[in-house]
């Protein structure tokens, strides 16, 4: 595969950053991980704002503008020969001296990785879902951005293992429902989809917001707030979503199994109808 970096696509293996870049050295990077469905990057101005928004609070000098962004992506794309991908496009801080920096960084550093998916299927994927032991982090700001730091997801990847048909959902420190590892969580009773609230601490995935955009616009009411493990086990439905894998039905959270999923059915087939639009 080839990578993109610093204004050129190069084989993964020839990439190189330097051993003071602030990504590396103090997780000083952010990035937003997205589809490619038929050569059309999916919400690509949400992902990329939420991207330049956390590299302005960090004093990452970097500036989106849709047709650089959109050109670099194709590049990418017609070097891998790939019309559906799997995209992650990373802002790292770019070097500095050693030691914690306030000036902020003129020079970071473009990343964009990339791998083959398979077309996106028609109906919702299926899950089942684990509560995980170890808590949720606090976020290391105000709101959790998508940044370079990931250990605790990776800490908690290793409690659920390689399991790819099952997403281990997190409980922050105060006790509250917070998140999957790589993905946000809803639920339902009736006509009310519940998911837990930003201040939770959970990333607020460019999908969560577009479901709940949809929801509304299909008659669902969304209460967003701080909900106990019980009150989800006690749901008619659960599901999951991010950018990879849209919203995916979750079948059972531990030994609690969801006999319905008709909102997940509903919201992925219109979902379905934007992809390749928006
Ligand atoms: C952690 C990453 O990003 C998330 C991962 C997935 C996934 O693996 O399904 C989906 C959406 C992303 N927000 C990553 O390494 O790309
Ligand atoms: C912890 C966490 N929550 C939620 C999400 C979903 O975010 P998005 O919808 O922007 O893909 C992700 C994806 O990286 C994640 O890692």
Redesign the pocket.
């Known amino acids: 595969m080839y990578v993109y970096i610093d204004g050129e696509v190069k084989k993964a293996g020839e990439a190189r950053l330097s051993v003071f870049d602030h990504g590396f050295m103090y997780g000083l990077g952010l990035?937003e991980?997205f589809r490619v469905y038929n050569g059309h990057p999916f919400l690509l101005n949400a992902h990329m704002e939420r991207l330049e928004a956390g590299a302005e609070e960090l004093g990452i000098v970097f500036r989106y503008e849709r047709e650089t962004v959109e050109a670099e992506i194709q590049q990418l794309l017609d070097a891998n020969g790939l019309q559906n991908a799997?995209v992650?496009y990373n802002v790292s801080a770019g070097p500095g001296d050693l030691g914690i920096q306030t000036t902020p960084y003129l020079e970071p550093v473009i990343v964009i990785y990339m791998k083959p998916l398979p077309a996106a299927g028609a109906e919702p994927m299926q899950k089942d879902a684990l509560w995980l032991r170890l808590r949720r982090n606090s976020p290391e700001g105000r709101e959790r951005m998508?940044s370079h730091h990931?250990m605790n997801?990776w800490l908690a990847k290793q409690e659920i293992k390689d399991r790819p048909d099952v997403e281990g959902i997190f409980v922050n420190g105060e006790g509250y429902a917070a998140e999957g590892i790589?993905?946000n969580i809803f639920w339902r009773k009736r006509d009310t989809l519940y998911t837990p609230a930003v201040g939770t601490g959970i990333?607020n995935?460019i999908t969560r917001q577009f479901v709940i955009q949809l929801a509304h616009e299909n008659d669902y009411i969304v209460e967003e707030g701080y909900f106990l493990p019980k009150n989800i086990e006690a749901a008619e439905e659960m599901f999951v979503t991010?950018?990879?894998?849209e919203i995916a039905a979750v079948r059972a959270l531990g030994d609690h199994y969801f006999p319905s999923y008709s909102a997940a059915r509903l919201l992925h087939s219109r979902y379905q109808k934007e992809r390749e639009k928006k």
């Open positions: 990035f991980t799997y992650r998508k990931y997801n790589v993905s990333l995935g991010n950018s990879i894998q």
